[in-house]
């Protein structure tokens, strides 16, 4: 009991302390060993670790030792996430932590190597693609993705990826398409090295592709990604159709959203591009349009003529901000309009522009 005949902190269990510890980064949560006896050990069975190098500011040699402390002296149980953000200053170092991760039968895993060049060439650990217990899986770095030639991850339901270079053809249809899988974010990743590639993981559920932006249009070098959604409910493409996007046996879709930007010099080859997605969409119920994607549809006429049926779509939402108008000046708004016969409901919603 405390001097006020309260009790205090230490009288909570063990268990419940640990839980409220795993709510702070582990430089913070090792930090309390010094609070009494009874903290002195509790962070080492803590089953959520994450080490942010920006924390050290520019004290790399202390945050490299500072994670491999924690690394060696805590206990043998598993570790349920493990989240590292840090420059490769030490390859070789950092796949040592990331293998004692997956060695405690790891089922998150955040890295994000983001910062500095070094991240170009850094080779994952062999062990991370077979692990046996991993259902979450986010990376973010610079340059090729390396992956092996055989990636199980069996029990791996999410994947994001961020900023990688796509290596070839094989390895990435293989991560693409793992079994298991149900939801995909593909961020700012460079398909530069692929001609074609299918996605269709056969329990995808949940799939969010945002372009990275480029000065160069690749025309017949763009990359072919077809898209079998047999499961999928939500999808999401945001970018300039610097790639070529089609969705395919898309039944189950009931929401989805569509933006294009970079446009400039481009207009009728995004126009064609943007035809063919909406075309995929004929079975969505929900759908939100950026007016980009109507402005550019009405730089191709022709087409209009043709619009693709809506037949399931109920709920069509249009953004707006100051930069762009709704789209109700766009023939290709009306054409659409016209094309789904079981539309209920139009709405609009306001995109706000911070500046920081």
Known sequence: ???????????????????????????????????????EHLWKSLSNLEFHQYLFKAKTTIFMNSVERVLLLRDSSNIE??????????????????????????????????????????VFPLCLFTCATLTKLEITSHGVLRLPSSIPLPCLKILSLQHVVFPDEDSTQQILNLRTLEELEICFCDWKNLKAITISAPKLRSLDIYEMRRSNLRGSDACHVMIFGTALTFFSLSGGFWDDYCLFKSSSLVEAYFDVDGCEGRSREIAYRAYKHIAGLSTVKHLTLDPAVLKALDCAPELLAHPPTLMNLTSLRLSESLFHRPGLHCDSFWHILYSSPHLKALSFYRVTSWTL
């Open 81 to 122: 996430k493990f989240t590292l953000t840090c420059r490769i200053d030490d390859a070789t170092r950092t796949r040592i932590w990331v293998s004692a991760a997956v060695n405690r039968n790891v089922k998150e895993l955040c890295v994000d190597f983001s910062e500095g060049d070094e991240s170009e060439s850094f």
């Open 1 to 39: 009991m405390d001097d006020s005949g309260g009790k205090s902190i230490n009288d909570l269990p063990d268990v419940l302390l640990r839980h409220i510890l795993s709510f702070l980064v582990t430089r913070d949560a090792v930090r309390t060993s010094i609070l009494s006896r009874k903290w």
